[in-house]
């Protein structure tokens, strides 16, 4: 099992900056593939980010490409997102989860554990 807890979200004006966190315990956090996902109300839930076993490669979602950029730090079984010039459309309750794989996984189907979510509110 991998227990992942997220923090960072909060109320933010549009183009300012938040920056996740996701800190997880369990098992080898370098043997997972980390990714980010968000749900907005009435809608389903999204690709965001994602990151590979060593950091080495990232893939984004075209909307958030040049304003958010995924991390992570195997020393502190960490994963960040950090998030710029943010939008309205960026309004969601973010996840992060962990995929027992190489490469960069950017399928829902593929992650196996996820976080309880934090929520982002970007007003106008």
């Known amino acids: 099992q991998v227990q992942l807890v997220e923090s960072g979200g909060g109320l933010v004006q549009a183009g300012g900056s938040l920056r996740l966190s996701c800190v997880a315990s369990g098992r080898t956090f370098s043997n997972y593939a980390m990714g980010w996902f968000r749900q907005a109300p009435g809608k389903e839930r999204e690709f965001v980010a994602a990151i590979t076993l060593s950091g080495g490669s990232t893939y984004y979602a075209d909307s958030v490409k040049g304003r958010f950029t995924i991390s992570r730090d195997n020393a502190k079984n960490t994963v960040y997102l950090q998030m710029n010039s943010l939008k309205p459309d960026d309004t969601a309750v973010y996840y992060c989860?962990?995929?027992?794989?190489?490469?960069?996984?950017?399928?829902?189907?593929?992650?196996?554990?996820w976080g309880q979510g934090t929520q982002v509110t970007v007003s106008s």
């Open positions: 989860a962990a995929a027992p794989r190489p490469g960069v996984v950017k399928d829902v189907e593929l992650y196996d554990y």
